[in-house]
């Protein structure tokens, strides 16, 4: 069983919809919990943090953790054209230095 | 804002030439790392740092090695490059204790032929 597990798409909804991008993991020591936005032949920039559980919004997202389930969400109100890009969850267990476990990422289109 | 800058985006190898992807950020940021990218495999982590003069093993460094004489640069080297090392490669860094809220470079395309 892979320890990340992300729909890779693509994903294609209408300007002005609501996007829900999700990734389930396997491992329940996970603490740290992030988003990464990646435009085509782009490095991925940090989009959404979250530590444990609940919910932390930043204008149009909205990032939710929920550690029973072991499920992420991002969501994206009022999605844009220029919200089309692959989406990469990433999460670790500490602060350390060993890095993050990703998801393969959600490629996410939006049809103006 | 934190910036990692990668010197070269696009580069072409022969097989058997000895490559280095050089990467600098300038944050301060102690701990560093090298990924690579293809289609379908996601992000793999090849090597990181923690400190100067440190590195780790990630999960793929076989064919690979890594450099970390100052702070801020952080070298990754194909000793004997060969086609399956065709990538992108992502340099990244992260504050100590951050939670690995890691900052990514723009990547270094390496078509090795």
């Known amino acids: 069983q892979k320890e990340v597990e992300q729909d890779p798409g693509p994903l294609s909804v209408p300007e002005g919809a609501i996007v829900s991008l999700n990734c389930t993991y396997s491992?329940?020591?996970?603490?740290?919990f992030m988003w990464y936005r990646q435009y085509s032949r782009k490095g991925p920039e940090l989009l959404m943090y979250?530590?444990?559980?609940g919910n932390k919004e930043d204008g149009r997202f909205t990032a939710q953790v929920d550690k029973s389930s072991k499920y992420i969400s991002l969501f994206i109100r009022d999605s844009q054209p220029s919200d089309s890009a692959t989406y990469l969850c990433?999460?670790?267990?500490?602060?350390?230095?060993?890095?993050?476990?990703f998801g393969k990422g959600t490629h996410l289109i939006i049809q103006p | 804002d934190v910036k990692v800058t990668q010197s070269s985006r696009y580069l072409v190898k022969r097989t058997g030439e000895k490559v280095f992807l050089e990467c600098v950020q300038d944050?301060?940021?102690?701990?560093m790392f090298w990924y690579r990218q293809d289609p379908g495999l996601g992000l793999r982590l090849i090597y990181f740092s923690y400190d100067v003069k440190m590195k780790e093993k990630g999960d793929i460094p076989e064919g690979y090695s890594v450099s970390r004489e100052k702070k801020e640069r952080f070298s990754l080297i194909l000793e004997s490059a060969s086609t399956n090392q065709t990538s992108m490669y992502l340099c990244a860094s992260s504050l100590a204790g951050s939670g690995n809220t890691i900052y990514f470079g723009e990547g270094s395309w390496l078509t090795v032929v």
């Open positions: 944050m301060d940021h102690e701990n």
């Open positions: 990433a999460m670790s267990v500490s602060g350390g230095a060993d890095g993050l476990t």
């Open positions: 491992n329940s020591a996970f603490q740290y």
């Open positions: 979250t530590y444990s559980s």
